[in-house]
């Protein structure tokens, strides 16, 4: 956990208190419209939260959200006027056709994302609307009405005071449980994936299931809005489910915080009372929102919840008391996190790749014994990174073959490959730049798997004591790793070594038999080269096997036990790194002279020299 | 057989529309990689622009078309200078602003015109042609000539003129451009005035074909957007297919499911984009690794 001053911790559950006494003593104090403004709040906030749940964590463009609330009211409404079930017994059957509508809704997100997402999913709000208002089920444009009060233990819900308290008590579940979600191991895996997808996916998340469950979830919000709005008005039709409704309700999200979700309440509930305040001007209170939106997501982006941020409040992310990067030592966390099922073998069997006409890879064959580090360089363009994209499962080969460990892996994908113990730092650096380093590398750490969720419903406390395994597991790993100081940071507000170290660290965390290192390398010192191969030796030496690209000769002729050399995506010489350097071809593709190689000998022995005895500590 | 080819004119008519706006959508995506959700918006205001000058001020029809497009391209060069700090850093963020700046559009016409509306009477006054039995609305085909010609034109400047040029390279690679010295915000700029400039062209076109009223711009950008995304984002010939595709679609599907229409056409477009992300034309992958 991370570490608060005294007065946060007390301020904190003193400010829970406070509301908590409003929200309880509200209703006494306020006259029978005011509580009907509130009740309304109340259905926008928990639908407020879905939305923030889809849009904010887990960054699907979800514009279908008003479709789910209308489905919600909807059902509810005809299960129990024209079938005559019970309200609860119809609330059932609403929430299950909100969720079946979310799955439906998610699934062209497995696609498409982004604005594509975003037209899709407006459109589909559209055919819901234009479902309603045409069939005769819903009762066209006269909507539906005679919806029976909630029968509760004899408490008369019909009036909107008790109500309230009906309300209050699913909107507080509702947000204890979206926090619950946000600060564990769904949450953390769902912004993972809103910050990149593709390193997410390499690994070890399976993000179609993550985006289906923030669909899902949403729908969910979504649902038991509708059912309360059902139960509160007792009348339902098209005006309510409206598109503008739903850009209204993208407002309060965008305005509160989308990537908070007690932001996407507090916008809910500032858009409501302003609507409600200035319902007399409509039009120019929509003008007033729209123009809200723009200045906020220019000037704010993190919403009214970021303001305090913003404006130098609370806790500071970066600058002064930035630590140092340590080096690294490695302990039982390092050695816990390797994989017990030891090194795997890497075998490419005449892999080729196509880009539209475009020849990266042809015919490669590649033997990567289990337990070596093998480095494989070649000039730019050459097909080193798209041949790592391969054997990470990014790629699917155009021709060809590949097996880790022995099974076959080519059909595998990126998540499969990560469970099956293959691990990828990437050339660009791909952090989850919105997490803490700790978050980063907690998301690594979780092999847990995204269908298995429903442990958050059947059984939240095995979630909890998850998360406190993990949280002790990455403290000793980042500590080993010497990042324990950043752990608290934002990766994006680091120098760009100590992010190379972050990054592998996340690669080692996710428990590796195989470590595909894309140019670790680049952009670091003389003496943070030398840090990174005596990290390398030392992973190796506990039981994995590593894939090294790199343009960095010295560091590779001195690391690896074997080299292979690609040019125009084929491979035209492996072995030894002496037998490499030495062969003609070799000389011929990489550099047309012979002398520049020759001079990377001496390199060799400047690199041990700069690593200096821990790497032969390590090796010992 | 006679109603359907009826339909088929009707539908290419209203698609010429949504091509129109399809190819703002596109010219302004693949210049600047932005996506502006509020075109619709942009081509109501148009649409409201070219009637008051049309209708009030008693101008010509086309003159009135002329200020109208004018006047939507300032109006997109101050939505393009608001969100400039956001270009190349935030996706999303631009593309809810844009919501933003169509929300702001939509009830800015409403204080603006009025929340009724009104209808357009047509230029042209001559009788509808019989063609084989056929009855086409010489309006429709002033639509289409023009829809034809403005993307002729369009594609025209893009690759003869030196400013069409730039923006193509700014398109392919704004760093690359940077530096052989293309001003790539001039460049931006003007891609999003043109962009507007056609939103407004769309809008005024549509007028005296449908009801001008504040919702216009939700109708016809949706629309506009399903059809440039069906023929391929940034895709120009992309554009005009998918906007004719997506108007053909619709007046089938008026004419066959009545109201259910919008539910049919976009439970079709949910699963062709399911099916083909990248649209007909379109080459670039959605998820770029």
């Known amino acids: 956990m991370s570490r608060r001053p005294l007065t946060r911790s007390i301020a904190r559950p003193a400010l829970w208190v406070v509301v908590g006494v409003v929200l309880l003593a509200l209703p006494y104090t306020v006259g029978p419209y005011p509580i009907h403004v509130v009740d309304v709040t109340l259905v926008f906030a928990v639908l407020a939260i879905g939305l923030g749940m889809a849009l904010g964590l887990a960054g699907q463009i979800n514009l279908a959200q008003i479709a789910f609330f209308g489905i919600g009211a909807y059902v509810l409404a005809i299960v129990t006027t024209d079938a005559g079930w019970g309200f609860w017994a119809a609330a059932v059957v609403s929430l299950l056709a909100s969720v079946v509508a979310g799955l439906a809704v998610g699934v062209p997100a497995l696609r498409v994302q982004s604005h594509y997402l975003g037209i899709v999913t407006l459109g589909l709000a559209l055919a819901f609307t234009s479902w309603v208002t045409n069939s005769s089920v819903t009762q066209g444009a006269n909507g539906i009405s005679n919806i029976p009060v909630p029968p509760l233990l004899g408490v008369d819900l019909s009036s909107e005071y008790l109500y309230y308290y009906l309300e209050l008590v699913v909107f507080v579940a509702g947000l204890a449980f979206a926090l619950f979600v946000v600060r564990t191991r769904l949450g953390r895996r769902m912004r993972a994936m809103r910050d990149d997808a593709i390193a997410a996916g390499a690994l070890g998340a399976d993000v179609r299931v993550l985006r289906l469950l923030a669909f899902t979830v949403s729908s969910v919000y979504g649902g038991v809005a509708g059912i309360l709005y059902a139960g509160l008005i007792r009348y339902v039709s098209p005006d309510s489910f409206t598109i503008s409704t739903m850009f209204l309700l993208l407002a309060m999200v965008v305005i509160g915080g989308r990537q908070s979700i007690v932001g996407c309440v507090l916008g809910a509930v500032v858009l409501s009372l302003a609507r409600e305040w200035l319902t007399d001007f409509a039009t120019y209170a929509q003008l007033g929102y729209g123009l809200v939106v723009v200045l906020a997501v220019v000037f704010a982006p993190t919403g009214l919840a970021g303001l305090p941020a913003r404006l130098g409040l609370g806790r500071r992310r970066d600058g002064a008391e930035r630590g140092a990067l340590h080096d690294f030592v490695p302990g039982p966390a390092t050695a816990a996190a390797v994989s017990d099922a030891g090194p795997a073998d890497l075998q490419v069997e005449g892999i080729g790749k196509t880009f539209r006409g475009l020849r990266a890879l042809h015919e490669v064959r590649l033997s990567v014994p289990a337990g070596a580090i093998k480095g494989v360089v070649g000039p730019n363009g050459s097909g ?5 994209n391969v054997v990470s499962g990014l790629y699917t080969p155009s021709t060809g073959e590949y097996a880790v460990g022995g099974v076959r892996a080519t059909a595998l994908g990126p998540t499969a490959l990560s469970r099956h113990g293959v691990a990828r730092t990437f050339q660009n650096l791909r952090l989850f730049a919105d997490l803490t380093v700790r978050d980063n590398v907690l998301f690594a750490l979780d092999r847990s798997r995204s269908a298995a969720s429903a442990e958050y419903l059947v059984w939240p406390v095995g979630v909890v004591r998850d998360e406190r395994r993990l949280r002790a597991e990455a403290e000793e790993l980042l500590a080993e790793f010497g990042i324990a100081d950043f752990a608290d940071l934002a990766p994006r507000s680091l120098p760009y070594g100590i992010q190379r170290r972050v990054e592998l660290a996340r690669a080692v965390a996710t428990g590796p038999r195989i470590l595909l290192l894309d140019e670790p390398a680049a952009g670091l010192n003389g003496q943070e080269v030398a840090q990174l191969a005596q990290i390398v030796r030392t992973i190796r030496d506990r039981g994995v096997t590593v894939v090294l690209v790199e343009h960095n000769m010295g560091l590779v002729m001195s690391l690896c036990d074997e ?6 995506g084929s491979v035209i010489a492996d072995g030894t790194p002496e037998q490499v350097v030495a062969d003609p071809a070799v000389v011929e593709a990489y550099l047309g002279d012979s002398s520049q190689l020759r001079d990377l000998v001496p390199d060799q022995r400047t690199i041990r020299e700069a690593a200096g005895d821990d790497a032969e500590e390590v090796r010992a | 057989m006679q109603v359907t080819l009826q339909t088929l004119v009707g539908g290419l008519t209203l698609g010429a529309i949504y091509a129109l706006v399809a190819l703002g959508f596109s010219l302004v995506y693949r210049t600047m990689g932005l996506v502006n959700f509020a075109h619709g918006q942009v081509a109501m205001i148009g649409a409201f622009t070219m009637s008051t000058f049309y209708m009030t001020a008693k101008l010509p029809f086309v003159l009135a078309i002329g200020i109208a497009v004018v006047v939507t391209a300032v109006l997109g060069l101050v939505i393009e200078r608001v969100l400039r700090p956001l270009e190349g850093k935030d996706f999303d963020l631009m593309l809810i602003g844009t919501i933003g700046f169509g929300v702001m559009l939509e009830a800015l016409a409403v204080v603006v015109w009025g929340a009724t509306g009104r209808a357009v009477p047509s230029p042209l006054h001559t009788a509808p042609l019989s063609v084989a039995g056929l009855k086409i609305q010489t309006y429709s085909l002033l639509v ?8 002729a034109m369009l594609v025209g400047f893009l690759h003869r003129t030196r400013v069409g ?24 700029a003007i891609a999003f005035a043109i962009g507007a400039g056609l939103a407004a062209l769309a809008g005024g076109l549509a007028g005296p074909m449908l009801y001008v009223n504040a919702t216009l711009g939700s109708t016809i950008g949706i629309k506009g957007f399903a059809a440039a995304i069906l023929g391929g984002f940034g895709n120009i010939t992309g554009a005009i297919v998918g906007g004719l595709g997506i108007g053909v679609l619709d007046a089938f599907a008026a004419g066959r499911f009545g109201g259910y229409s919008d539910l049919v056409v976009f439970l079709l477009f949910a699963v062709l984009i399911m099916v083909r992300p990248t649209g007909i034309f379109g080459e670039r992958t959605v998820n770029r690794a």
Not at chain 2, 174 to 184: F, K, L, R, W
């Open chain 1, 384 to 388: 080193k990174t798209t041949l790592l």
């Open chain 1, 563 to 568: 080299v292979a050399v690609l040019a125009n």
């Open chain 2, 144 to 151: 289409l000539v023009v829809a034809l010609v403005t993307t």
């Open chain 2, 165 to 188: 040029a730039a923006m193509q390279a700014v398109a392919m690679d704004p760093e690359a451009a940077t530096s052989v010295g293309i001003h790539v915000g001039r460049s931006n």
